[in-house]
């Protein structure tokens, strides 16, 4: 918004820090109980991040509409009717996230299960700060709107009465609002009026929907194509834990062997006497005709 009023930096700021505080949390109490930490577990805080954006975006819209139509309510009846609204998304999509990782967490290599257990938990400590410490920055930031203060400085903002002769900047910075009016008294937002006059009837009109239908035909056909496609392609390294033997074999394997051809196994699937000489012999043999 252009107005030093209005703006919610800090309730967005706040809302990456709440992601970062449970990133550090889960991260810290897996740690702390002896979890093994692999390298593919620095992808979690990017995933726990959109996820705790998604979920501010999804509070500050239910606050916007609760005081749009309560704006002489208390902030307690407020917060409740926000989390009324916004909490029954915030935890289905909460819980669908944790119960799948989760579920990871019985594969049977342990990195990926230790992937699925930091994350699965960073999913449950984002849910409990978005529920606790965004809604306590919401109230707060309500506060300084209600005592029109700016949203940096927090000083109480007030209207001068040479303000017409100001500049927009001037007055978007320091008075308020960019539009000369009193930052309490500002309508509705530029992109819901944009959403509900053009973006919704543009798409309700027939050869548009029609036109969605074979657009989105083709991204299915090919999103198929593409699926068919799909080369399986991972370093092995990343699967295993830190201190696995796996790591300096392949390590050693990619530097001294790498210039050779595809290793050949071969798999005896009965039970063999090891301990006949004879036994041992053909084995040999049949391995040297292989090669």
């Known amino acids: 918004r252009l107005s030093c009023v209005r703006s919610n930096v800090w309730i967005a700021s706040c809302g990456v820090v709440s992601a970062g505080l449970a990133v550090l949390s889960s991260f810290g109490l897996l740690l702390f109980c002896g979890v093994p930490f692999v390298v593919t577990v620095a992808n979690a805080p990017f995933l726990i991040l959109g996820v705790g954006v998604d979920d501010m975006f999804i509070i500050i819209a239910s606050w916007e509409h609760s005081l749009k139509n309560k704006e002489k309510s208390d902030v307690k009846s407020l917060l409740a009717e926000t989390y009324a609204e916004a909490a029954l998304s915030v935890t289905i999509t909460t819980l669908t996230d944790v119960l799948a990782f989760f579920i990871g967490t019985w594969t049977a290599f342990p990195s990926v299960g230790s992937f699925c257990l930091y994350t699965g938990t960073a999913f449950v400590f984002c849910y409990i700060y978005t529920m606790t ?3 306590a920055i919401v109230v707060l930031n309500h506060k300084r709107e209600q005592g029109n203060r700016h949203w940096l ?5 007030k209207v001068d009465k040479d303000q017409a002769e100001k500049s927009c900047l001037y007055n978007a910075c320091c008075i308020g609002s960019c539009s000369k009016q009193s930052s309490q008294l500002e309508g509705e937002h530029p992109m819901s009026i944009f959403f509900k006059k053009y973006y919704g009837p543009f798409f309700t009109n027939k050869w ?3 036109l969605v239908v074979l657009l989105y ?3 299915l056909g090919g999103s198929i194509y593409g699926c068919t496609q799909i080369r399986e392609g991972i370093d092995l390294r990343n699967l295993a834990r830190d201190d696995s033997y796996v790591i300096p074999f392949y390590d050693d394997e990619q ?3 790498s210039v050779y051809g595809p290793r050949v196994m071969v798999v005896i ?3 063999v006497d090891y301990w006949n000489e004879a036994v041992r012999l ?6 040297q005709n292989l090669e």
């Open 255 to 257: 530097k001294y062997f």
């Open 217 to 219: 035909g083709a991204y």
């Open 208 to 210: 548009i929907k029609l």
């Open 269 to 271: 699937t009965e039970s």
């Open 153 to 157: 400085t927090c000083m109480p903002v």
């Open 133 to 135: 410490f965004l809604g």
């Open 282 to 287: 053909g084995i040999e043999n049949c391995t």
